[in-house]
């Protein structure tokens, strides 16, 4: 295992033998972390925390720590970090809350770019790329490959669909399509399908096809939300990414951005 001299690690903390800790880093007690993982230097990890394999935080980075939530008394609740993330610098990520869980995750292969702030029991999936400085209030969702822009403040307890795209400075307070390219340019709207993010995820023409025909009933008919969802649901043939579209807007309990 490689420490350097200036780091400070608890003795009841389980760190694999292939880690590297750099300058000046602070690992607390119960924090895990798997193989490989990397912390440059000023790195400050928190427990309970549980963090997967081959990992990079970046310097002045901050995780696992007290969530900022004044109904907070203390309680052991969690952060799970999943494999292959790079943390950038002067990134947060809390822990969770007891009202909300107890837990904050994050899964694997994501980019968090500098000044990223991940709050408490926040949900974030895999193959996500948060630019610098977005920021997730508490209880947000981010669905698989989302994109969330550089200045975007999530409100909490706001959902963001999978594939989805958010433009840099936007303001998010309800939940993002799936699928949705998203921005805040003459208002906060959905401006279609993200269909270059799609093709470049493997999506068949066939399989963008029919959802590109759902955001037109959706966002371009003269159909209401309602009218519109009973309209691609008897569709015989709308396809596995439109039921997920439907069931996503028909859980919304913030209502979802047209």
């Known amino acids: 295992m490689s420490i350097h001299a200036t780091a400070i ?5 389980k760190i694999h033998p292939s880690c590297k800790i750099g300058p000046y880093c602070v690992i607390g007690p119960e924090v895990e972390l798997g193989e490989s993982c990397h912390l440059v230097s000023h790195v400050a990890i928190e427990g309970p925390t549980k963090i997967g394999a081959d990992n990079r935080f970046f310097p002045f980075t901050s995780i696992g720590l007290a969530p900022q939530d004044i109904g907070y008394a203390g309680e052991p609740t969690r952060l799970e970090i999943g494999d292959h993330n790079k943390i950038r610098e002067f990134v947060t990520i809390n822990r969770g809350t007891v009202k909300g869980g107890g837990c904050t995750r994050v899964g694997d292969h ?3 770019m500098a000044y990223t702030h991940i709050a408490h029991d926040c949900q974030v999936g895999s193959h996500i790329i948060m630019a610098n400085a977005a920021t997730l209030g508490g ?5 698989d ?3 969330v822009g550089a200045l975007c403040p999530v409100h909490h307890f706001v959902r ?8 840099g400075g936007t303001t ?16 906060t709207h959905a ?9 470049r995820r493997g999506f068949t023409k066939e399989r963008i096809g029919k959802i590109h025909h759902a955001y037109r009933v959706l966002l371009a008919s003269k159909l209401n939300t309602s009218q519109a969802l009973e309209k691609l649901k008897a569709e015989s043939d709308c396809g596995e990414d439109v039921e997920m ?3 996503f807007i028909e859980s919304s309990e913030r209502g979802v951005i047209k």
Do not use: C, Q
Request: net charge positive; hydrophobic share 40%.
């Open 139 to 143: 209880h947000v969702t981010v669905g």
């Open 110 to 112: 994501n980019l968090i």
């Open 172 to 187: 998010i307070t309800r939940d993002v399509l799936p699928f949705s390219k998203t921005s805040a340019e003459r208002g």
């Open 9 to 13: 690690v608890d003795s009841k903390s």
């Open 245 to 247: 579209l439907i069931r």
């Open 145 to 147: 490959w989302a994109t």
């Open 160 to 167: 963001i669909g999978a594939h989805s795209f958010i433009g």
């Open 191 to 199: 401006y279609g399908l993200n269909a270059v993010g799609l093709e």
